[in-house]
């Protein structure tokens, strides 16, 4: 079974628990870092496990969701290996995948409703990287 990690903070809290239903309804293990509550907590600690739990190898991709995706996105980008796309639409998702190869989906639980976030995932998902020229280029990132 795929594991995937996700991760959020007060912000992202209720959209994350949207997004996870999504993924156990494919059949996909969650293993969810936290947070647990809509209480006011800090996005760089989340982001940080999710990058670091990927980077071990404890699974393939991550998603994470704050208010608008950005803190996440600044915070995981900052580890070697991590590519985390911040997606606000369908083209957005595929983009990052087929080109860029992102390891993790952020998203921002202030800017997009739940139904478009659905869409965004589930195009992130079922996009494959198309290597190629593409992964020539994120070769050149990863070694920065
Ligand atoms: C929290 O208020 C907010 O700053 C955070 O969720 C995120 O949007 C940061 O980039």
């Given amino acids: 079974m795929r594991t995937i990690l996700v991760g959020s903070d007060h912000a992202g809290f209720e959209l994350k628990n949207v997004l996870k239903d999504v993924l156990t309804a494919r059949g996909l293990q ?27 190898g404890e699974a393939s991709m991550g998603v994470l969701v704050c208010g ?48 478009l976030a659905k869409a965004i995932l589930e195009a992130w998902l079922d996009t494959p990287f198309e290597g190629d020229r593409h992964k020539r280029r994120v070769d050149q990132i990863d070694a920065m």
Avoid: K, W
């Fill in 30 to 56: 969650v293993i969810d870092v936290g947070c647990d509550s809509e209480t006011s907590c800090d996005y760089p600690l989340f982001a940080q496990d999710v990058a670091r739990r990927l980077t071990s």
């Fill in 68 to 115: 608008t995706g950005i803190g996440m996105s600044i915070s995981a980008n900052r580890f070697r290996g991590i590519r985390a796309a911040l997606c606000t639409s369908e083209f957005h998702a595929r983009m990052s995948r087929a080109h860029n190869d992102a390891n993790v989906l952020v998203l921002g639980g202030r800017v997009t409703g739940s139904g």
